[in-house]
T-cell receptor, first 112, second 115 residues
Framework: KAGVTQTPRYLIKTRGQQVTLSCSPI?????VSWYQQTPGQGLQFLFE???????NKGNFPGRFSGRQFSNSRSEMNVSTLELGDSALYLC???????????FGPGTRLTVL | AQSVSQHNHHVILSEAASLELGCNYS??????LFWYVQYPGQHLQLLLK??????LVKGIKGFEAEFIKSKFSFNLRKPSVQWSDTAEYFC?????????????FGAGTRLAVHP
């Protein structure tokens, strides 16, 4: 079974731009979660989608948004990028109930 | 608010030494507990998990962890480490939040094993 895939793997943007990251979950997984990983803050939960509905959200500003499609693929969008948004963005998928999450390789975003 | 504390940020061991990484969480309700590992250049992988039952759980690669409810702890152990165990280890808790679950991670422990 293929794992969680994320595209692109690396991204360089400048302040003020916006970015969209994509995540394809493991086949059959309906829950997709997003996390931000930085050296200073560690792994922080952004949001979770299940059956196209956001059902949980972390403490991030409204510039961070996401959506999930009917095939469970998910996208995350960050608008008006700031230097502090530079991070590794991880996507994780699970069946939903047991919360055993399988992580993708991440998208490394650098904001200049 | 729920939180997870990992006491050791950096650990250096020689091969064959025993390992114990501490993890404490703050949450009074029912939790599911996890240890994830991130090898250099690789993505996060699940080492082991605890949902219920026997508080001593065994995971992959010879790792085990013990859930002590009274101490709110879930420490990771391995009797004899190998150079290939060099990685960053994350403790995580799944606690009910707003009716739905989310994973809360500790800050991580970087383990370096010297041959």
């Amino acid at each position: 079974k293929a794992g969680v895939t994320q595209t692109p793997r690396y991204l360089i943007k400048t302040r003020g731009q916006q970015v969209t990251l994509s995540c394809s979950p493991i086949s059959g997984h309906r829950s997709v979660s997003w996390y931000q990983q930085t050296p200073g803050q560690g792994l922080q939960f952004l949001f979770e989608y299940f059956s196209e509905t956001q059902r949980n959200k972390g403490n991030f500003p409204g510039r961070f948004s996401g959506r999930q499609f009917s095939n469970s693929r998910s996208e995350m969008n960050v608008s008006t990028l700031e230097l502090g948004d530079s991070a590794l963005y991880l996507c994780a998928s699970s069946l939903g109930g047991d919360r055993v999450e399988f992580f993708g390789p991440g998208t490394r975003l650098t904001v200049l | 608010a729920q939180s997870v504390s990992q006491h050791n940020h950096h650990v250096i061991l020689s091969e064959a030494a025993s390992l114990e990484l501490g993890c404490n969480y703050s949450y009074g309700g029912t939790v599911n507990l996890f240890w994830y590992v991130q090898y250099p250049g690789q993505h996060l992988q699940l080492l082991l998990k605890y949902f219920s039952g026997d508080p001593l759980v065994k995971g992959i690669k010879g790792f085990e962890a013990e859930f002590i409810k009274s101490k709110f702890s879930f420490n990771l152990r391995k009797p004899s480490v190998q150079w290939s165990d060099t990685a960053e280890y994350f403790c995580a808790v799944n606690a009910q939040s707003g009716g739905y679950n989310k994973l809360i991670f500790g800050a991580g422990t970087r383990l370096a094993v010297h041959p």
